[in-house]
């Protein structure tokens, strides 16, 4: 009995203690013959650029001979991009199972510039499949808030997310709904530290402004612009 405490201590000790085994998981089902050719991973991002941390919808199909395979792990994994060229290594953000008829559907917010792709890693009968590799863009999410002051100015507020601190911001005007002809540039401002700007300029009485603001891309994420305000008239 000795003894065999003895060893039962130096097992545990050394990590050779064995742990019961986790239940596996059921293996996928699904796909038609022939069995030599390869199951197909689709991927499919709705919208292919989204503002401000906000997420797009990641969905597709994995199928064999375009029979589903249900019950099978997809993972969902993004890469950075910085400076328009990946960087970094593919890491997996989420899991999810296809249902029987092979499709599977998942919520992605990166909220910078990635590289997305899917894999299935080898189960049952099934081997490793790897989706096509797409882009998508995270552009700065700015707003603005105008406001008339007196002596014909207007004053401009927003935010930016992701944060973009000391960034400059250019004041755009535009023709009236319906007579788009481009923007133009009338003014500019610089973010804060913590990526609000706050602005007051000049403007001429009597005038109406559509004013949009716009901030140039980053090294991470896409460029961006506001909504536009239609019909601003500045007061004496």
Do not use: E
């Not at 085994?21 to 989204?50: E, F, I, Y």
């Not at 700065?140 to 911001?169: E, F, Y």
């Not at 603001?213 to 612009?225: D, F, L, P």
Request: with cysteine; charged share 10%; aromatic share 6%.
């Amino acid at each position: 009995m000795r003894a065999r405490q003895i060893f039962s201590t130096v097992a545990i000790a050394s990590g050779l203690l064995v742990l019961p085994a986790l239940p596996s998981q059921a293996a996928p089902t699904g796909g038609c013959p022939p069995a030599s050719n390869r199951p197909v991973l689709a991927m499919t991002l709705n919208p292919t650029s989204v503002r401000g941390n906000a997420a797009t919808t990641v969905s597709g199909s994995f199928t064999q001979n375009s029979c589903g395979i249900g019950s099978a792990k997809i993972h969902l994994q993004t890469r950075p991009l910085v400076n328009g060229k990946p960087a970094g290594t593919w890491k997996t953000v989420t899991v999810t199972t296809t249902g029987a008829k092979g499709l599977w559907k998942a919520s992605l917010a990166p909220g910078h510039n990635v590289r997305v792709r899917a894999f299935f890693s080898k189960a049952g009968s099934f081997p490793t499949v790897f989706s096509s590799v797409q882009t998508l863009l995270d552009k700065i999410r700015i707003t603005m808030h105008p406001s008339t002051l007196s002596g014909c100015k207007i004053h401009l507020t927003g935010t930016t997310t992701p944060v973009q601190a000391n960034r400059k911001v250019l004041v755009q005007q535009r023709g009236a709904k319906g007579a788009f002809q481009g923007w133009f540039t009338i003014g500019s401002t610089k973010t804060h530290s913590d990526g609000t700007y706050s602005t007051t300029a000049a403007a001429t009485c009597g005038n109406t402004y559509n004013l949009s603001v716009h901030i140039a891309s980053s090294a991470t994420n896409a460029a961006g612009r506001s909504g536009t305000t239609f019909g601003i008239r500045p007061h004496a």
